[in-house]
């Protein structure tokens, strides 16, 4: 193949899609916003834990079904993935979609709205495919929140015929940039003894003390934490009665960091922590990985800038006060896709008070304001993917 000349490269940096392509995107996505509202609304209406969305992976790939999309459930072995296809080409495109809610806040993250959104960007883009001369998928990728599912499905073979995979996600206001923390997902367990406080405390070994210890260890910890790492987590079961003295305690601890590379580095500091409470009692203690490690965020950065674009011709802001727009810091197992395919991962505002993992943001990721973004989303996702499609070309 012959070889472009540095002026042909700086040409291809610049190409867009024709207006007349991103015209019939943003009117094909026009013609199924009614669906695709529908489509948020059942899912918020309907939240599902990670690797239990059966209803949300049928609902979303259902509607693939309907607008053309060849739909392989169970995709990869996992029972809520899916992959749906639209056309061929040499270069194939993915909308990645997420569909599992929080456990007691149901859509307090919004991944109704994303799916909606990738949905809605691949039937647009789809309008177009054969003239671009592109492929189209939709992913869907079960347990974002702590599950890792697409780490699963990376290590099942999936996402590797990709050439570019996007997604938008909501926060409480638009940017661009995705800078996400690597982060390590533990269960934490200790196992002691019980006995009755009052009349034979000596023959209990307190499993409850042995995790006040470690919180007490990592709070002190964090004086000597930079600052690009998080340690935070809960107690799940703290003992059952208070005359009787705690047998056996869990939690699910996260550890994060800028990079991998960092996050190693610390996570022996933190489970020292964890041993000292071991240590102290007597208890005996078990960390068990819920998943493989969230990497950090590879961003195309080309891509981005045609998102920024789109965006903002659309009329979506990205000057917005700082402290509102650190939900790009929050970890993703998009991280993983894009240290293997060329990926953004953009967060798109659905305004208001309230910041992700809040009840009130379940609130605001359905209503008309929502329903706006999610229309944006598509569409900034869609022209986007026409872009990288030309630039590509």
Same mark, same amino acid.
């Given at each position: 193949?012959?070889?472009?000349?540095?002026?042909?490269?700086?040409?291809?940096?610049?190409?867009?899609?024709?207006?007349?392509?991103?015209?019939?995107?943003?009117?094909?996505?026009?013609?199924?916003?009614?669906?695709?509202?529908?489509?948020?609304?059942?899912?918020?209406?309907?939240?599902?834990?990670?690797?239990?969305?059966?209803?949300?992976?049928?609902?979303?790939?259902?509607?693939?079904?309907?607008?053309?999309?060849?739909?392989?459930?169970?995709?990869?072995?996992?029972?809520?993935?899916?992959?749906?296809?639209?056309?061929?080409?040499?270069?194939?495109?993915?909308?990645?979609?997420?569909?599992?809610?929080?456990?007691?806040?149901?859509?307090?993250?919004?991944?109704?709205?994303?799916?909606?959104?990738?949905?809605?960007?691949?039937?647009?883009?789809?309008?177009?495919?054969?003239?671009?001369?592109?492929?189209?998928?939709?992913?869907?990728?079960?347990?974002?929140?702590?599950?890792?599912?697409?780490?699963?499905?990376?290590?099942?073979?999936?996402?590797?015929?990709?050439?570019?995979?996007?997604?938008?996600?909501?926060?409480?206001?638009?940017?661009?940039?995705?800078?996400?923390?690597?982060?390590?997902?533990?269960?934490?367990?200790?196992?002691?003894?019980?006995?009755?406080?009052?009349?034979?405390?000596?023959?209990?070994?307190?499993?409850?003390?042995?995790?006040?210890?470690?919180?007490?260890?990592?709070?002190?910890?964090?004086?000597?934490?930079?600052?690009?790492?998080?340690?935070?987590?809960?107690?799940?079961? &703290? $003992? *059952? #009665?208070? +005359?009787?003295?705690? /047998?056996?305690? =869990?939690?699910?601890?996260?550890?994060? !960091? @800028?990079? %991998?590379?960092?996050?190693?580095?610390?996570?022996?500091?933190?489970?020292?922590?964890?041993?000292?409470?071991?240590?102290?009692?007597?208890?005996?203690?078990?960390?068990?990985?819920?998943?493989?490690?969230?990497?950090?965020?590879?961003?195309?950065?080309?891509?981005?800038?045609?998102?920024?674009?789109?965006?903002?011709?659309?009329?979506?802001?990205?000057?917005?006060?700082?402290?509102?727009?650190?939900?790009?810091?929050?970890?993703?197992?998009?991280?993983?896709?894009?240290?293997?395919?060329?990926?953004?991962?953009?967060?798109?505002?659905? &305004? $208001? *008070? #309230?910041? +992700?993992?809040?009840? /009130?943001?379940? =609130?605001?990721?359905?209503?008309?304001? !929502? @329903?706006? %973004?999610?229309?944006?989303?598509?569409?900034?996702?869609?022209?986007?993917?026409?872009?990288?499609?030309?630039?590509?070309?």
């Amino acid at each position: 193949m012959r070889q472009r000349t540095d002026a042909e490269v700086d040409a291809a940096a610049v190409r867009t899609a024709a207006p007349a392509v991103k015209d019939l995107i943003s009117e094909r996505i026009a013609e199924v916003g009614s669906s695709l509202v529908s489509l948020s609304n059942s899912l918020h209406d309907n939240p599902e834990l990670g690797w239990q969305e059966y209803r949300s992976a049928a609902s979303v790939a259902g509607i693939l079904a309907d607008h053309g999309f060849s739909v392989e459930h169970e995709y990869a072995g996992l029972e809520t993935a899916f992959r749906a296809t639209y056309g061929s080409g040499e270069f194939t495109i993915g909308f990645l979609a997420e569909y599992d809610a929080l456990p007691g806040l149901g859509h307090a993250c919004g991944h109704n709205l994303i799916s909606a959104m990738s949905v809605g960007g691949a039937i647009g883009l789809a309008a177009v495919a054969d003239d671009l001369g592109i492929g189209v998928e939709v992913i869907g990728t079960p347990a974002e929140e702590g599950g890792g599912g697409k780490i699963e499905l990376l290590d099942r073979g999936a996402f590797t015929n990709l050439d570019f995979a996007l997604m938008a996600h909501p926060a409480p206001v638009d940017v661009a940039e995705a800078e996400p923390f690597a982060v390590a997902h533990w269960h934490v367990e200790y196992t002691g003894r019980a006995a009755h406080a009052a009349a034979y405390p000596e023959r209990g070994i307190n499993a409850n003390d042995a995790f006040l210890v470690a919180q007490v260890a990592l709070g002190l910890l964090r004086q000597q934490l930079p600052k690009t790492v998080r340690v935070h987590g809960v107690m799940t079961n &703290g $003992g *059952e #009665a208070p +005359n009787a003295i705690p /047998a056996k305690t =869990e939690g699910r601890w996260y550890v994060r !960091a @800028e990079s %991998t590379e960092e996050l190693l580095s610390v996570e022996k500091r933190v489970v020292d922590c964890f041993e000292a409470g071991a240590l102290a009692t007597g208890a005996s203690l078990a960390i068990t990985a819920e998943s493989r490690r969230y990497a950090e965020m590879r961003t195309d950065e080309e891509a981005l800038d045609a998102y920024r674009s789109n965006a903002v011709a659309l009329g979506r802001n990205f000057d917005v006060d700082p402290i509102a727009a650190t939900m790009n810091r929050a970890s993703t197992d998009m991280g993983n896709v894009s240290q293997v395919v060329n990926a953004i991962h953009p967060y798109i505002g659905v &305004g $208001g *008070e #309230a910041s +992700n993992h809040q009840a /009130a943001f379940a =609130e605001s990721c359905v209503g008309a304001t !929502a @329903e706006r %973004t999610l229309l944006d989303g598509a569409t900034a996702l869609a022209w986007t993917a026409a872009d990288v499609s030309a630039r590509r070309s």
